[in-house]
């Protein structure tokens, strides 16, 4: 049964996709779909199906730029949130806001993307730089890193007025996802595609640069064309949605409980779950205070913030999670950010 | 300690009093309209005090906490204290009204928030402390996400809100500079002494605590008790601060670490009035470039996020290199 938890998750999967379908303000129904009320199409067309396809990408880009970034940095607690490249993108856009006003999507998401790496790679060369000796340092300076950014981008904000322009970037939610403005996340696709062919790349350097180096891997290429990735699936998500917090950090590492650290193996039931999870995260957002909606930002900030709690003190006391599930194959805990590189 | 050393850091204290002094007369007189002067005056020395009162609360509690957990880079609201308080405060409306007299009595509803907030923190921080086993690197990233946790809970409800009771919250909530919270003047200023009457004893022996806990019991302390109590004392001060005007998270790590270089030394009574009394220039100083060269524009507290994190990390690379 090698595969048996991706079939699970890929059934659960589809159910939900199609319950999602179906929750909103307007009744929609099947046998009205089938019967062909114009109406009832419209909405579907319009406003449902983007919305899903927009939920299905956001929680499978997240959960994989978070696994990318997590497996080079060596570092559980990396994630997009956690490395700054949220905030970046944020001030990206506002960039493109100030300079270019009647910027189109696409010229907004230009500025996102370049944000979002630039501030990515500086904060990986800060803390390769800096070569801490505690895990929980690295997430520590990239939460430092992005309120800096943010406070930045907040400052620039006020003195330009646009706090009300840029707030639907600040805060992530799905309301606004409508056919015709939200087709940058499909950006998601292939870029996700290509993470899984150059896959075993990262592991290798992931495992730090002298070991690398061994295999004939060019360490430095690999790492920052993984980070670029990550930034850039981050930034298509952060230019449509808006920034959506610690599912780069929780999903990767629920995952790599069950099915260990081998992203090959993992990338496939890491995007399934990533799916799963905003697609709930959304449904609760949708059903509290029906017929009006919590953006998922909040929902998934409360649930997320409670589940990453649990599993630091799950990892304090139990030490690396993927020991405690698979016994047979210890092997000692990830240590620093790049404990291989001290040459 | 030697004569010399104590006797330049009097100084020093000397020194910082009388630049927030100036600072605050500049504060008072800067551009100051004559036809409304009784206005203006009464406008500015409510904030003036407000300011005050905050400085004196973010700073002597910034210091406790870090000498209580033994470690330089933390301040309480680093942990998320205030988004707590702003959580705690947003409960109490969502739940009893705006129109109950619990929201509209400012005072009686601050007594409310600052218990429920005394509390709260207990339960949440001492089993936050517990289950990291004191590692005080665990309890920041814990206390970072919790502040999202609160945040986001908070917004929720907001957002769940009557648009009505939003408005009226809002007034009390996001204060800032601009817009302080001063009728609790006086009952802040009772709870605070209060607070130090009652914590006398502990605030006395803080040099011993800082010595570590087998010490601090050799030398006849109650490690624990004092320890929960000052916890207490540092969790109340953040509310009487967050209550006045608002979150402001990096004030508290810059101006504890800042009077630590100023003053070089252990000694409490110095580390607390240096860090209360930095944060009064700080606070006021902002507060006059603010007001005059960007003219409201931009809050202090923006400018104190930008600042702090980049001494945060400024500290970081110091502790490396050490």
Known sequence: MKHGSTIILTVCLLILSVISLFIGVLDVNISDLLSGDLKQIEIFLISRLPRLLAILCTGVGMSVAGLIMQQLCRNKFVSPTTGATI???????????????????????????????????????????????????????G???GNIIGGVTKYL??????????????????????????????????????????????????????????????????????????????????????????????????AAMFKGDKIRGTLIDTALFGAIFVIICDMIGRIVIAPYELPIELIVGIVGSLIFIGLLFYRLNYGNWSNRFKPARRKPAPSVTDGGDKS | MTRAKHGSNVRKVIALVIIVLLAAVLYIFVNVNMKYFSYAMKLRILNLIVMIITAFCIGSASI?????????????????????????????????????????????????????????????YGCLFRKTKYNVLYVLLAGTIMTTFFASVQTSLVRAMDPNEYDTLLRTL?????????????????????????????????????????????????????IRRLLLGVTLFIAVATAMVGPISFLGLIIANLSRQLFKTYRHTYLIAGSALTGMVILVGGQIIVEHVFTYSIPVSVFITVGGGVYFLCLLLRHRRA
Request: charged share 10%; glycine share 6%.
């Open chain 2, 174 to 226: 996001v204060a800032s500079f601009n817009n302080v919270n001063a009728d609790i003047i006086a009952f802040a200023l009772i709870l605070i002494t209060v607070l130090i009457f009652a914590l006398r004893r502990e605030l006395a022996i803080l040099d011993v605590i800082t010595l570590g806990k087998e010490q601090a019991v050799n030398l006849g302390v109650d490690y624990d008790r004092t």
């Open chain 2, 64 to 124: 406790v906490f870090q000498s209580i957990i033994n470690n330089t880079i933390v301040s309480p609201c680093l942990l998320g204290m205030n988004s707590l308080y702003s959580l705690i405060h947003t409960l109490v409306v969502f739940f009893f009204g705006t129109t109950s007299v619990l929201a509209r009595n400012a005072n009686l509803s601050f007594a409310v928030d600052v218990v429920l907030m005394g509390i709260a923190a207990t339960i949440i």
């Open chain 1, 143 to 145: 939460i430092m890193f």
């Open chain 1, 87 to 141: 905030s970046s993108a944020q001030f990206g856009i506002l960039l493109a806001l100030l300079f270019m006003p009647a910027s189109t999507l696409w010229s907004r998401a230009l500025f996102a993307f370049i944000a979002a790496i630039l501030g990515t790679w500086t904060y990986v060369c800060f803390i390769r730089r800096i070569q801490f000796k505690e895990v929980v340092m690295v997430p520590l300076v």
């Open chain 1, 157 to 254: 904000a006020y003195k330009y007025s646009m706090t009300q322009a840029l707030s639907s970037w600040l805060t992530g939610h799905f309301s606004a996802v409508l056919r015709g403005r939200y087709e940058i996340v499909y950006l998601v696709v292939p870029l996700v595609i290509t993470a899984f062919i150059f896959a075993n790349h990262f592991n290798i350097a992931g495992m730090g640069k002298e070991f690398s180096k061994n295999l004939g891997v060019n360490y430095n290429v690999v790492l920052f064309t993984g980070l670029t990735i990550a930034a850039l699936i981050t930034a298509s998500i952060v230019v449509v949605v808006g920034s959506i917090s610690y599912i780069g950090l929780i999903v990767p590492n629920i």
